[in-house]
């Protein structure tokens, strides 16, 4: 009965024994529990952040000489301080590239993008489609805007593509203004728009002081479109001196996040008033427009003093479609 006894016992600790490996095994392929893994230390300096939690937009620093030019920007423009930053990226499309220094001269820019009162206060009639005083015009083509400028006398031209990126960026070294993750509470854009455009001046503004630069309605430029950047022209670069399209900036109420990015670039015929695009919803084929607008540029004789901006080093973005 004693080796009856002790042989039971014997098999009862050779099971216990098989199990216990079992359980080692599978601890083995399963990896080691998720607190002992060790962290990557983090470098990244962090954000200034807000009372919300949100990163926080610091207005630039201007000195009292370039206050004083400031307070001479014309109604309903700011003034945005001149100095070298870097264009385009290397971490996100080709168009984007390559990532290059551009110095510009100070200069103004509108506050906000032409509204519909100011277009037919001067142009007499409402090309958009979603009216509203305090909306942004949309659907008007480049033409159209050079009627406009003609009729300004002296008081507006589109920016050029380098003075659009610099003023957007405000001398932020991420994606957006605000930081590299996309945060509502900055931009009207296809998560949170309802699908139209929205009185201007509702989100916060970047650091010049300038409003909806991401988002809301795409913005027209200048200068004509190229596919690779040139490094040539480093001081006030203006793009190439002829060309089919022109290039168009900052996204749309029905853009993606990635459409808004700082660096993003897309392009237009100067002819047309909408930039259409065709997505597919559950094997359907729509055709979407991207509707476009602008904003006014002034130039002003520039001060030789340091840039009050640092230059911007882009993150690295991933792939997105040029329109959103």
């Given amino acids: 009965m004693n080796l009856f006894k002790l ?9 216990a024994a098989g199990c216990s490996k079992g359980e080692d095994r599978a601890a083995e392929k399963s990896g080691p529990s998720p607190a002992l893994v060790p962290q990557a230390q983090d470098l990244t300096p962090p954000e200034p952040m807000d009372g919300q939690g949100r990163n926080q937009v610091v207005p630039v620093k201007l000195s009292p000489e370039d206050q004083a030019r400031a307070a001479k920007a014309p109604e309903g423009m700011v003034f945005v301080k001149g100095g070298c930053f870097m264009m385009g990226t290397q971490g996100a499309q080709t168009d984007e590239q390559p990532e290059h220094e551009a110095c510009l001269d100070d200069f103004f820019m509108d506050k906000y993008e032409t509204t519909q009162a100011r ?15 305090d909306l942004p015009v949309e659907q008007v083509n480049y033409f159209d805007i050079q009627e406009f400028i003609k009729k300004s006398n002296g008081e507006c031209r589109l920016p050029t593509e380098a003075e659009w990126e610099y003023a957007a960026g405000g001398g932020a070294k991420t994606r957006y203004y605000w930081g590299n993750l996309m945060d509502e509470t900055y931009a009207w854009f296809e998560d949170n728009s309802g699908g139209k455009t929205h009185p201007v001046g509702q989100k916060p503004p970047n650091q010049f002081g300038l409003y909806d630069m991401m988002g809301n309605v795409w913005e027209w430029t200048e200068d004509w479109y190229a596919p690779i950047y040139s490094k040539a022209e480093k001081q006030n670069p203006k793009g190439p001196a002829t060309g089919e399209n022109k290039a168009v900036r900052g996204g749309s109420f029905d853009s993606s996040a990635g ?20 997505s597919t919803y559950g094997g359907i084929v729509n055709e979407i427009y991207n509707y476009i607008g602008f904003r006014c540029a002034k130039s002003i004789e520039s001060a030789p003093s340091s840039p009050a901006v640092p230059a911007r080093t882009p993150a690295s973005a991933p792939q997105s479609p040029s329109a959103g």
Avoid: C
């Fill in 259 to 278: 459409a808004l990015r700082l660096t993003n670039r897309t392009w237009l015929n100067p002819q047309n008033r909408v930039y259409s695009k065709i």
């Fill in 119 to 133: 277009w037919k206060k001067l142009m007499g009639s409402n090309p958009s489609k979603f009216a509203g005083d």
């Fill in 7 to 15: 042989a039971i016992l014997s098999l009862l600790l050779i099971l």
